[in-house]
């Protein structure tokens, strides 16, 4: 089974960018479709985007399309989060999942990392 490390959250101001990156463990990694999904205080965790296994297909939430971007590097075993144009409201934890079926459901993901802090000021 595949562990998540995440890392490249932090303190930004709005309109800045941040690149969010996931390290995983296994030599499974590429048979595992990734997302990454984000929580903000008191509210659910959400989607944000998913790519499939191979790459070839991500997805986004509405709300953040045009603005971020999923990518993997399988020979590092690493998903990647480009940020752009951030707001407040992306302010949250995100969090990198892995899992066979991928897609916007949590239940498309059984493995997932301890998460890293995203701070968007005003």
């Known amino acids: 089974q595949v562990q998540l490390v995440e890392s490249g959250g932090g303190l930004v101001q709005a309109g800045g960018s941040l690149r969010l990156s996931c390290a995983a463990s296994?030599?499974?990694?590429?048979?595992?479709?990734m997302g990454w999904f984000r929580q903000a205080p008191g509210k659910e965790r959400t989607f944000v985007a998913s790519?499939?296994?191979?790459?070839?297909?991500?997805y986004y939430a509405d709300s953040v399309k045009g603005r971020f971007t999923i990518s993997r590097d399988n020979a590092k075993n690493t998903v990647y989060l480009q940020m752009n144009d951030l707001k407040p409201e992306d302010t949250a934890v995100y969090y990198c999942?892995?899992?066979?079926?991928?897609?916007?459901?949590?239940?498309?993901?059984?493995?997932w990392g301890q998460g890293t802090q995203v701070t968007v000021s005003s």
């Open positions: 296994g030599r499974t990694f590429s048979s595992y479709a």
């Open positions: 790519i499939t296994y191979s790459g070839r297909s991500t």
């Open positions: 999942a892995a899992g066979q079926y991928g897609g916007a459901s949590y239940y498309g993901y059984d493995t």
